[in-house]
């Protein structure tokens, strides 16, 4: 790989000094970053963030913060310069954003740079400029108390770097995303961003996050998100969540600060995917703005370059309140699912879960199924030992103040009839309701399930005679290795040699279960989820045991078996999608109908 005649030399520092600044400044949005957090850190009410091409070519950011002194202006573009740090034990206390002493000399490194400051106890300024990291000029002027820092022709002399710029909308996107999100994070602070002369974004400062959301994404996005709160030993998690059905494509909207730091921190972001779990389609993500506040010795900030990484001292703690209070949030509002009436509403498959079998399954299965009283609602729960009052986890007690036509829980509804034998039609007060009896019965059975495992471990049954199930080596393997956590979801299995095994116990829901069939189901789904953390695995069998015993698309249902479904379903928590993320009810509000029948205007 070496040259043949290369020796060993010490870089001269002008070239240390721009592989350095490479971690740093990666493209325009990373200066305008580094030049927002001094703002911030200054203590500045306003701050304005002026691009042309997309930063390429200038970066200008001017704030009312306590300015620099005369004295130190220099000093600050020296490396390692910094007025927020003294000791190391004030390392591990970090409350400003910045800390390194590194931005403004590797900024300086790849770019021109001009800086025009006054400090807040002095009564001149000093202006600044600096070529290639250089001083090449320094002299003494007036202006309000304040920075301005002007960035010109960022990478000139990285050559490599300026080839990797993306076209002047990309860099743009990229900064328009870094200033609306510390808007978010400072609602406190009025930003002002312009683009080749335009102003493009413009926060009030008037201390409203969701103000700020309403500047971000407009009114009525805004509208569709619910606020988040939560605190719980000393860690503080606010901010906004959208509610289903507004989500998107990939994980790019979720918006992330800790210590009014972005951040992104993969497991963070699984917490709050975790929140709306069942709540979202599968391939769909949240939108959301996160913050997050804990004792500064509890997080360390100091394991990145661009401090765009963090790591706590007890991660579990963090993801927990964040995912509770994401949750509670979300439960708190969830709205039905809308319908939009074009086609005529009733048509079949638009909404069916699953193909309808042409025939009703076989009456094997639903024979035992019928005599049980599984579909008799709470008759059903109380056999499988919870009491009614614990059901319902307590926590959706905050609602929060934002619009709301709905409110989570449903309305009173009663049962019209069955549809295709698949859809239950039911009335409310706000029109028709059209219930998905296989999705409806998943959710219902999930909740309380759920709500078992929270209490200790799912009811189980015995199996008169245990079942005895043999299983390829691997999918053995697997079984064996997952007997505990199997155990809290109320199986009893016993390795029995040979890849074979006994099954003593079920949870009582499966009790008239083809426990073969269920297992093989269970073990292919622990096979495919060996990367995942327990609590993600136990839901996933017990969403595979609700599917498997949730009534099918195609069976006859009884008046009052429906009314007991819907009574339960009135009972739940989230009742307007199953476990798996799928709407078990389409809303056809009575406006909606009379719009569709040509009754208004
Ligand atoms: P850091 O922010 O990590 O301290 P920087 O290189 O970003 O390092 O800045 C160096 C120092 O320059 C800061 O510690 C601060 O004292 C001063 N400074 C930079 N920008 C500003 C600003 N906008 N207002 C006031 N002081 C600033
Ligand atoms: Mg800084």
């Not at 059209?434 to 009811?459: F, N, S």
């Not at 979801?489 to 069939?517: C, H, K, W, Y």
Request: glycine letters at 6%; proline letters at 7%.
């Amino acid at each position: 790989m070496q040259a043949k005649n290369s020796s060993i030399r010490v870089l001269p520092e002008e070239i240390v000094a721009r592989i350095a600044a490479g971690e740093v400044v990666e493209r325009p949005a990373s200066v305008v970053k580094e030049l927002v957090e001094n703002a911030i850190d200054a203590g500045a009410s306003e701050i304005r963030v002026e691009c042309v091409e997309g930063g390429k070519r200038l970066i200008r950011v001017t704030d009312n913060g306590s300015g620099i002194r005369s004295a130190e202006v220099a000093l600050a573009f020296a490396h390692h310069a910094t007025s927020k740090l003294r000791t190391t034990d004030d390392l591990a206390e970090i409350r400003t954003l910045g800390f390194r002493g590194e931005a403004l000399a590797s900024i300086a490194a790849v770019a021109q740079v001009t800086c025009l400051t006054r400090h807040v106890e002095e009564t001149s300024g000093t202006l600044l400029r600096l070529e290639h990291g250089r001083i090449a000029h320094e002299s003494r002027t007036g202006r309000a108390p304040g920075t301005t820092m002007t960035v010109e022709h960022l990478f000139a002399n990285v050559p490599a770097r300026l080839k990797f710029l993306k076209a002047t909308q990309t860099e743009r996107g990229h900064i328009d995303a870094m200033i609306t999100r510390y808007a978010l994070a400072y609602p406190h602070i009025r930003f002002a961003l312009l683009h080749d002369g335009r102003l493009t974004f413009q926060s009030s400062g008037n201390g409203s996050v969701r103000d700020v959301l309403v500047e971000v994404y407009g009114a009525e996005m805004a509208a569709q998100m619910a606020a988040v709160e939560g605190e719980h030993e000393g860690i503080r998690v606010w901010g906004f969540a959208a509610l289903p059905p507004l989500d998107h494509a990939n994980r790019s909207r979720i918006t992330l600060f800790v210590n009014g730091r972005p951040v992104q921190d993969t497991k963070l972001s699984h917490a709050v995917i975790q929140a709306y779990h069942t709540l979202l389609p599968p391939g769909r993500y949240p939108i959301a703005v996160i913050m997050v506040q804990v004792p500064p010795s509890e997080v360390d900030v100091n394991v990145h370059p661009a401090k765009a990484e963090v790591r706590f001292r007890d991660p579990d703690a963090v993801f927990g309140t964040v995912q509770r209070a994401v949750r509670k949030a979300l439960i708190a509002q969830m709205q039905p699912v809308p319908i939009a009436i074009q086609a005529p509403p009733l048509s079949r498959g638009e909404s069916a879960q699953e193909p309808t079998p042409a025939t009703p399954v076989a009456p094997s299965r639903f024979a035992p199924l019928a005599s049980q009283p599984t579909l008799t609602g709470s008759a059903a729960w109380e056999r499988i030992g919870i009491p009614k009052q614990v059901q319902r986890p307590p926590e959706q007690t905050s609602a929060p103040a934002a619009a709301q036509p709905e409110t989570a829980a449903l309305p009173a509804l009663r049962v019209l009839g069955q549809l295709a034998q698949t859809y239950i039609l039911a009335e409310g007060p706000e029109g028709l309701y059209l219930i998905d009896q296989h999705a409806a019965h998943e959710r219902i059975l999930w909740e309380r399930l759920m709500a078992q495992r929270e209490l200790g471990a799912v009811a189980s049954q015995a199996l008169l005679d245990p079942a005895v199930v043999t299983l390829p080596p691997d999918a053995a393997r697997l079984l064996e290795a997952h007997v505990p956590l199997l155990s809290d979801l109320g199986f009893e299995i016993e390795p029995f040699g040979n890849n074979t095994f006994l099954v003593r116990r079920v949870p009582a829901i499966m009790i008239q279960d083809d426990i073969s069939a269920a297992m093989r189901e269970i073990v292919a789904d622990l096979e495919s989820g060996e990367s995942l953390l327990r609590r993600d695995l136990e839901a996933r069998v017990l969403r595979r045991v609700c599917k498997r015993m949730a009534i099918k698309a195609g069976r006859v249902l009884s008046y009052a078996e429906m009314q007991a479904l819907v009574r339960d379903l009135e009972a739940c928590e989230s009742p307007r999608t199953c476990p798996h993320g799928r709407p078990t009810m389409i809303h056809l509000g009575l406006a909606q109908l009379e719009k569709a029948f040509g009754r208004l205007g």
